[in-house]
């Protein structure tokens, strides 16, 4: 019997419990409040703020940004914003990441959240280039129709709307 559970989170400021197992979470929602916004999709997963993390992330945006029909670029484009996120959270983060997707129409939301405990993180090593870092952000910049950074009470939260160009047929 595998150790996931799965949970289905509506609010993005909602900091996520302090689990410690791998939890993941692929949602079909209709909204029935508003008709034109059809069918809405949401998926979840929680992983541990490590640099080993960043890899299982991005394959769960692919795999699920797939389900989904993303066009191949804006896949792409995604899991490139969700891997520059999801670094940072592993590198300077607490002690838990969330990576959670909705997607409405053509716009698709990519929320990553870290949480917990502050942990103590071993010192980056001496990087031979300097410009090998600090362009996560740029480049979340550059893929992004908006994106926001939040302090909450439990660590960070970066927003990003993504406009899409449009679903595989």
């Known amino acids: 019997m ?8 509506e609010a993005p400021a ?13 949602v079909q929602t209709a909204p029935a409040d508003d008709p034109a916004l059809a069918t809405t999709y949401q998926a979840l997963i929680s992983l541990s703020a490590t640099d080993d993390q960043v ?7 692919s795999h699920v940004l797939g389900h989904w029909r993303l066009a191949p670029d804006d896949r792409d484009s995604a899991v490139l914003i969700i891997s520059e996120l999801a670094t940072n959270a592993s590198r300077y983060g607490r002690s838990e990441m969330t990576v959670s997707l909705a997607l409405c129409q053509q716009i698709l939301n990519i929320s990553v959240s870290d949480t ?8 980056e090593p001496a990087c ?29 939260r970066v927003d990003v709307d993504v406009l899409l160009t449009d679903l595989e047929s």
């Open 14 to 26: 909602v900091p996520v419990s302090r689990r410690l197992p791998t939890e993941a979470s692929a």
């Open 55 to 61: 890899r299982i992330a991005r394959k769960f945006a």
């Open 128 to 156: 031979a280039d300097p410009d090998e870092h600090g362009r996560g952000l740029d480049i979340v910049g550059l893929l992004s129709h908006w994106f926001a950074i939040r302090e909450t009470d439990n660590g960070y």
């Open 2 to 9: 595998s150790n996931r559970r799965s949970q289905l989170v």
């Open 116 to 123: 917990g405990r502050p942990c103590p993180k071993s010192s």
